[in-house]
């Protein structure tokens, strides 16, 4: 059976709300305090400070350890100015932003004050040799139970750039908990582009309903909504902040005219891409996920589920009068929930005026002919080449119908259930210790329901990932960044491969009936979680793991706290 989030006083709250609602829509409308208030109201999540959202006074500083206190609550907050259950990090939403330097050591104590087990994903980090604080519940641990606590400890000697942190236990973290992570590196490429301040932009589809809820209702087949509605979201928030229902709460950026800044998008969401555009603006793009990239000038960024970009502004317009400009997240949702807003809504300002912009709809980059970005054109700015492939692996994937009515998926016919009171981690150890191998060399199925391919020597693997369901797709491979050999639509023929400097990310889309192949090195010991990113989707069984070096994790040691939490 598949943990469902229960978090009782919260899911009772927002069983009261669905009650009252429509079969046609899932929430009341808006009857709470307007977002902006939060802060001033000591039982609700409250918006962190603007200095949540800058970052950089650190660069430069000698590599040092950094430590933080995450303290999990259940709260209630109104990201969009609609009162709902959340699930948030020092009464925070977004979460704290952790800022470190490449060659840092993190040490983050989370301390669980929930009624229910949650882990914490640090999400595109390597974790080499320390795969148990990969935070992926039922993975590389069990969890951290109620009440108690447990600390990651890990280094950034070999990781820079954008990424997040995130809860990895069920849907958790579409409830709130979530937040930045950015780690500056030790150089930039040569002529690099440069800018004069650095500023995070934490994207995010918002829900009303508590997603265990949601969850169940997708598992089961029997909410009042049918599966594709129930995975619509209500809204959207930027930097913590959206709209919904009529409510007029931005979040601003209050810069400086004739500057160049940098712009950190992430897409902490649970399902919609989120395209991210600023008015009258030309975005120059500088990193996909984590990896540097030429820069390329474009309109606007379509960013999928858990991925992330840089993007360059310059504040130099004049078209709006006030010197006030909208930023947009728009939501790609797959169908129309009536009542939902797909037009979220930020303001950048550099015009000393707190007036709203001008422009209504989306009036692009008038006389520039740009376009928005085109993925397939990425080129890292620091060129990898990759290494012939030894192994190779097809792997399909589909999101369908279960007998009962539900959404169910597989890859490779197997959908993925989460272990209880243990790990797929710590079943590679224990059998180690009885001098025993957890899985053969190759695909394999393991304790029924662990989907899983095995290399137990360092191989260059190709693994074609085929989409025989519907919708895109956004995976996320922990532990590495493959390079992106292809994608496209159709059956995969053997073209259309690219093997000269391609693009390596950790988090990239299978395109809607398409195929996408990724070559990634088996030098990472430990297991892997390799799972589409859409929260529903890797909730109803759309996960697998990468087994690397089992003789290799077979010896870790892994920390007393963890194995003890394994016995709760």
């Excluded at 927002?14 to 939060?38: C, I, K």
């Excluded at 809820?213 to 599966?227: R, Y």
């Excluded at 509605?229 to 810069?255: E, H, M």
């Excluded at 520039?368 to 990759?386: E, R, Y």
Aim: charged share 15%; proline share 7%; with cysteine.
């Amino acid at each position: 059976m598949r943990y469902i989030v229960l978090c009782i006083p919260l899911i009772i709250a927002s069983v009261a709300l669905a009650l009252v609602t429509g079969a046609e829509a899932r929430t009341l409308p808006d009857q709470s305090p307007a977002s902006s208030g939060l802060s001033r109201r000591g039982n609700t999540v409250s918006v962190p400070g603007a200095n949540n959202f800058v970052v950089g006074s650190i660069i430069g500083q000698a590599p040092t350890t950094r430590t933080y206190d995450f303290v999990v609550t259940e709260m209630e907050g109104a990201p969009d100015g609609f009162t709902k259950p959340m699930l948030v990090v020092n009464g925070l939403f977004p979460g704290p932003t952790i800022e470190a330097n490449q060659g840092d050591r993190l040490v983050v104590k989370v301390t669980n004050q929930m009624s229910n087990t949650t882990a914490i994903h640090w999400h595109g980090i390597p974790q080499n040799g320390t795969n148990y604080y990969d935070g992926t519940a039922a993975i590389t641990e069990c969890g951290i139970p109620p009440g108690q606590s447990l600390t990651y400890d890990f280094s950034l000697d070999t990781f820079s750039g954008t990424t997040w942190w995130h809860a990895h236990y069920d849907t958790e973290y579409t409830d709130g908990i979530e937040g930045a992570l950015i780690v500056h590196p030790r150089s930039y490429p040569p002529n690099f582009p440069t800018w004069d301040e650095d500023l995070v932009v934490v994207l995010t589809d918002v829900y009303h309903t508590f997603s265990g809820i949601i969850a169940a209702e997708l598992a089961a087949g029997n909410g009042s909504l049918s599966p594709i509605l129930l995975q619509v979201p209500d809204s959207g928030a930027i930097n913590g902040i959206g709209q919904y229902n009529g409510s007029t709460n931005y979040f601003d950026f209050d810069l400086k005219p004739n500057k160049t800044y940098r712009l950190r998008l992430i897409n902490e969401g649970s399902e919609d891409p989120i395209r991210f555009s600023v008015d009258y603006h030309s975005l120059t793009v500088i990193e996909a996920d984590s990896t540097l990239i030429e820069p390329q000038v474009v309109s606007g960024v379509a960013i999928e589920v858990a991925q992330r970009y840089s993007v360059l502004i310059t504040t130099n317009q004049t078209a709006e009068p006030q010197g006030n400009y909208w930023m947009r997240a728009e939501l790609a949702s797959v169908a129309t929930l009536p009542g939902a807003n797909a037009d979220i809504r930020g303001i950048i300002r550099y015009g000393g005026n707190k007036s709203l912009p001008t422009a209504s709809t989306d009036p692009g980059v008038p006389g520039s002919g740009l376009s928005d970005l085109n993925v397939a054109t990425l080129v890292p700015a620091i060129a990898k080449t990759p290494l012939d492939s030894t192994k190779s692996y097809v792997v399909d994937f589909t999101l369908t119908q279960s007998t009962d009515g539900g959404a169910i998926a597989f890859m490779n016919g197997t959908s993925w259930q989460p272990l209880t009171n243990t790990s797929t981690l710590l079943q590679i150890v224990q059998d180690g210790q009885k001098g025993q191998s957890f899985a053969p060399e190759g695909p394999s199925l393991q304790l029924g329901n662990q989907f899983m391919i095995t290399e137990d020597t360092i191989q260059t693997v190709d693994i074609l990932l085929v989409n025989q369901g519907p919708g895109g797709h956004p995976f996320h491979l922990h532990g590495h960044a493959p390079f992106i050999l292809g994608s496209n639509t159709g059956t995969f023929d053997g073209t259309g491969i690219n093997t000269v400097n391609p693009i390596y990310r950790d988090t990239f889309l299978v395109p809607n009936g398409g195929w996408t192949l990724i070559r990634f090195v088996t030098d990472n010991p430990g297991i892997w979680a390799f799972h589409c990113h859409i929260a529903w989707h890797m909730a109803v069984g759309l996960l697998m793991q990468i087994n690397s070096l089992p003789s290799v994790s077979a010896k870790f040691d892994i920390p007393q706290t963890i194995l003890d939490q394994c016995r709760v």
